[in-house]
């Protein structure tokens, strides 16, 4: 790994993170919550939180998708999503739920500045629930010129998670 100039586990965990935790509100496949750990890992995220009937680590169907992401990652379990939101709060953070609802604010317009924001992912038949919008400080929807309009929940947070990283690259 020393030639790729990754770190080791130690030293990714103490490395300085991106203000930006993962909310899994009822999320129910295995693979998409090892792809969100992947992800967030890639990124440095700050910490997920798996909301509700989630599936948490450890089991070998996260553990395929998230290739021991889940060992780097911070994580905690909230039995509802709503109690993960109000402790966020309560810690200085944003909420934004990433779902095309009324008033949401397109990906490419979003702005966040230098504050601490967690973003809440939802069920993928459901969507996030309509008590934690009513929650929210605001909804963020990814542009899609398609027919389906709406992607997988791993899919959703990759582009997501890219693009509220890249203005803080100089800073991680």
């Known amino acids: 790994m020393d030639e790729l100039g990754r770190m080791s586990v130690q030293a990714f965990k103490e490395a300085k993170k991106n203000p930006l935790v993962v909310v899994l509100d009822n999320v129910r496949s295995m693979h998409n919550v090892g792809s969100?750990?992947?992800?967030?890992?890639a990124f440095r995220i700050e910490a997920i939180c798996l909301c509700g009937y989630t599936p948490q680590p450890p089991h070998r169907d996260i553990q395929k998708?998230?290739?021991?992401?889940?060992?780097?990652?911070?994580?905690?379990?909230?039995?509802s999503t709503?109690?993960?939101?109000?402790?966020l709060k309560t810690?200085?953070?944003k909420i934004y739920s990433v779902?095309?609802?009324e008033g949401s604010i397109s990906l490419e317009q979003f702005q966040y500045g230098d504050?601490?924001?967690a973003v809440v992912f939802g069920n993928e038949v459901e969507g996030v629930d309509a008590e934690v919008l009513a929650?929210?400080?605001?909804?963020i929807e990814i542009p899609q010129l398609g027919m389906k309009h709406s992607l997988n929940i791993s899919v959703a947070a990759g582009i997501l998670l890219w693009k509220l990283t890249e203005p803080r690259l100089a800073d991680l």
């Open 91 to 93: 810690n200085g953070y």
């Open 135 to 139: 929650q929210s400080d605001g909804c």
């Open 115 to 117: 504050e601490k924001i």
């Open 82 to 87: 709503l109690e993960a939101i109000q402790d």
């Open 36 to 41: 969100v750990f992947r992800t967030s890992d």
């Open 99 to 101: 779902e095309q609802a």
């Open 65 to 79: 998708t998230a290739l021991g992401a889940t060992e780097t990652v911070n994580w905690a379990h909230y039995d």
